[in-house]
């Protein structure tokens, strides 16, 4: 059965203090791995799109990475502002199909 | 540019009461339309998902129904609400090429 498992729940850091989130999954086949962020009350928002074990992609103080098991989105010096639930998904490779999500982690950055 | 609309924004409805919330899709054309539900703990659950007109899988059986009257238009309903109904539903598309793309929501609580 396709699966993502994101941890940890919940991350407090202070503002500057640099983390990662984890993402491990197991896929019959991997299309795509999709990281989100989702504010309280709102749709989930785009953040990368990875394909291959290997692949990086950064985005300001995000940075996503890929293995053939797991994903890691680091998060350098955080800010207050990043404060949010970070989704994970995966795309298993059979046309048609839904992104798989995990329950996410919830950050706050306190100043 | 691609835009997606939902509609309404937060609802509260009776136990038995019908439902029906709509998601339309605009600068595409034949997209890929899901619909999803977010609990508390529990993580984005995809419940519907439509590759063309007409077209519709349903990933979860319960309460609720999909239909997908026109290319870009995507309606998931209820004949008589649930308590176990309440959450919050997402509406996304996608295309080849392009990432998932989320709507902004729909609270809706049975009462």
């Known amino acids: 059965e396709d699966q993502v498992t994101q941890s940890p729940e919940a991350l407090r850091l202070q503002e500057g203090e640099s983390s990662s989130l984890n993402c491990s999954y197991t896929v019959s086949g991997l299309r795509g791995l999709f990281w989100y962020r989702q504010d309280p009350g709102k749709g989930p928002e785009f953040l990368f799109t990875l394909y291959s074990a290997g692949e990086e992609k950064e985005k300001e103080r995000l940075k996503a990475t890929l293995t053939k098991k797991e994903s890691f989105l680091h998060i350098t010096a955080p800010k207050p502002e990043d404060s949010a639930t970070y989704l994970c998904a995966v795309q298993p490779y059979q046309a048609g199909t839904a992104l798989i999500f995990g329950k996410g982690t919830t950050l706050s950055v306190s100043s | 540019s691609q835009t997606i609309h939902q509609w309404p924004a937060t609802l509260v409805q009776p136990v038995g009461s019908p439902l029906s919330l709509e998601c339309t899709v605009e600068?595409?054309?034949?997209?890929?339309l899901y619909w999803y539900r977010q609990a508390a703990g529990r993580g984005l659950q995809l419940l519907f998902y439509?590759?063309?007109?007409?077209?519709i899988s349903s990933e979860v059986p319960q309460n609720l129904s999909a239909s997908r009257p026109q290319d870009r238009q995507f309606i998931l309903s209820s004949k008589k609400l649930l308590l176990s109904d309440s959450g919050f539903y997402l509406c996304?598309?996608?295309?080849?090429?392009?990432?998932?793309?989320f709507g902004s929501g729909t609270r809706l609580t049975v009462v």
């Open positions: 439509s590759v063309g007109i007409g077209q």
């Open positions: 996304a598309w996608s295309v080849i090429g392009y990432g998932y793309t």
């Open positions: 600068g595409t054309s034949n997209p890929n």
